[in-house]
């Protein structure tokens, strides 16, 4: 049964840059720019603390004393971003930019609520703009890249995260993107390099310490992964996806207990979250591990169990709908498990696992056409993707429908 490690962070960089305030008021209302300005910065520091109520009072005074000031509807808008209130967002950040139409910090906002809603063209086209009026806008490189990584263009996204490490060579942030890149991309080596480069900058940073435990856990090195988790726990106890990766390298070496031990501490530290309106999108990933880890302990109904919480948060979790699809297919519920592995391959045309376990299903059903049809296509892909493993019990099971 599939596992899922979580080493990237699901969200792109939200910062703003605030310091340049943009108005289109001239000197004789210069009073009164002053004090939307005092407005804006005193709006900023609330919302830097998570005060997002208190910050859009203050922009929308700063919006009273001068109707035309970018700066205050780009940070307001910004500050609906966050909250998930994607339309008055994007009024907001238009107005910003009708108002200032080569003012890159409102295309950066907006191109972050594209980014939010899903939209990752409108983003692209945005965080593009942005950078075509100010060439040195890093933050507007690295959220291009975090686009781009959506849209599974590593590519691209490697060539912006090092535009943007160009741009500040000492920002820890950056090496540590470009390093969960590179690790997503299979270079272990060089994400390992980013990862050290960014716990050089920035000692403290927990999350280069999961990334390059996760790199160590990749290269086998086992040890050494759990030290490096272990100090991300460490500096950050808060920190779920390190207690999930640990979990998983516990998992491998057969430790089940202390594998739930840290599945269940992920679990409670990412639901405390939600519970504080804090988004957070890797908590199916946890469930559906914690399933594998009962699934091996015989808890066939709590794997399952887990398995339905996993899909109830991410109705579009193809793993999930194939894990679930093989235990029914082990208890021999092979309509639903055929429903699971058809719902899996519908979300993920190209999952080659879930084509192989319904072919299996096929084979139970009796439907050795079908059988077929999924095993070739299972063997396919899986051969583009480089997993020999699976391409060879595909072709041996074609072979044992077509001796």
């Known amino acids: 049964m599939g596992l899922s490690a979580i080493f990237i962070n699901p969200v792109a960089a939200s910062e703003v840059q605030f310091p340049k305030i943009s108005s289109t008021t001239t000197a004789a209302t210069n009073i009164a720019q002053t004090s939307a300005n005092d407005f804006i910065l005193r709006g900023v520091e609330k919302l830097a603390t998570g005060d997002f109520r208190g910050a859009i009072d203050d922009f929308n ?99 912006d995260f090092n535009q943007a490490i160009e741009i500040k060579p000492n920002q820890a942030e950056y090496y540590h993107k470009r390093g969960r890149t590179h690790l997503s991309n299979g270079d272990i080596q060089k994400a390992i390099a980013d990862f050290n480069q960014a716990i050089e900058l920035e000692p403290n940073l927990a999350l280069a310490y999961n990334g390059i435990g996760f790199a160590h856990l990749q290269q086998g090195n086992i040890q050494q992964a759990i030290a490096n988790l272990n100090q991300a726990i460490e500096i950050n106890p808060n920190l779920s996806m390190a207690y999930n990766n640990r979990g998983l390298v516990y998992l491998g070496q057969g430790n089940i207990q202390q ?56 109705p579009n979790y193809a793993q999930g709908y194939s894990n679930r699809g093989f235990i029914r297919l082990q208890q021999n519920n092979l309509q639903t498990a055929l429903t699971d592995f058809n719902q899996a391959i519908e979300i993920n045309y190209n999952y080659a696992q879930a084509y192989y376990y319904r072919g299996l299903t096929h ?35 074609i072979q044992q429908i077509q001796p």
């Open 61 to 159: 005074q700063a919006i009273k004393i001068d109707p035309n000031s970018a700066s205050a509807y780009s940070i307001r808008g910004h500050t609906y971003t966050l909250q998930g209130e994607f339309k008055k967002a994007l009024t907001d950040l238009n107005r910003a930019i009708e108002i200032a139409p080569n003012f890159d910090p409102a295309y950066n906002n907006r191109g972050f609520a594209h980014l939010q809603m899903g939209d990752l063209e409108g983003a692209i086209a945005d965080f593009t703009k942005a950078i075509d009026i100010n060439p040195n806008l890093a933050l507007a490189f690295n959220n291009r890249a975090f686009a781009y990584l959506q849209h599974g263009n590593i590519q691209q996204a490697i060539t």
């Open 259 to 314: 594998a739930i031990a840290d599945f269940n501490q992920a679990i409670e530290i990412q639901s405390n979250e939600i519970n504080s309106n804090e988004i957070n999108s890797n908590l199916f990933l946890v469930y559906n591990n914690r399933a594998s880890a009962r699934l091996q302990q015989g808890k066939i109904q709590e794997a399952l169990a887990d398995l339905n919480r996993a899909i109830a948060i991410n």
């Open 363 to 397: 084979v139970q059903l009796g439907n050795e056409e079908a059988a077929i049809a999924d095993f070739q296509k299972a063997a396919d892909l899986s051969r583009q993707q480089g997993d020999m493993t699976l391409y060879q019990s595909s072709l041996d099971q």
